[in-house]
């Protein structure tokens, strides 16, 4: 069992940055996969980033490539995602996903765990 809570979501410029990060509950955290997701008003839940148990594995969307980036510390079972370079389209509610395994995968329905979100909003 794994419970996610995400922080660090707020209101910035565009072209600004800002860092959220998961802080994560229960003894098996470097066993889980972890991803980011978001969801804009009206829109479906997206994949943003996702990293695996290691570290040593991460996927990202086109759309935050070169943007974004997740890492992990697994000894403060947390995981965070650097943002730059924001844009009005990246406002959204922020999601922190765990996955029992090692692999990161780019579907909602893959992940078990979800935290309760942040608001992220860029204005332009």
């Known amino acids: 069992q794994v419970q996610l809570v995400e922080s660090g979501g707020g209101l910035v410029q565009a072209g600004g940055s800002l860092r959220l990060s998961c802080a994560a509950s229960?003894?098996?955290?470097?066993?889980?996969?972890m991803g980011w997701f978001r969801q804009a008003p009206g829109k479906e839940r997206e994949f943003v980033a996702g990293i695996s148990w290691s570290g040593g594995s991460t996927k990202y969307a086109d759309s935050v490539k070169g943007r974004f980036t997740i890492s992990r510390d697994n000894a403060k079972k947390t995981v965070y995602l650097q943002m730059n370079s924001l844009k009005s389209e990246d406002t959204a509610v922020y999601y922190c996903?765990?996955?029992?395994?090692?692999?990161?995968?780019?579907?909602?329905?893959?992940?078990?765990?979800w935290g309760q979100g942040t608001q992220v909003t860029v204005s332009s």
């Open positions: 229960g003894r098996t955290f470097s066993s889980y996969a």
């Open positions: 996903a765990a996955r029992g395994g090692t692999y990161v995968y780019p579907t909602a329905g893959q992940y078990n765990y």
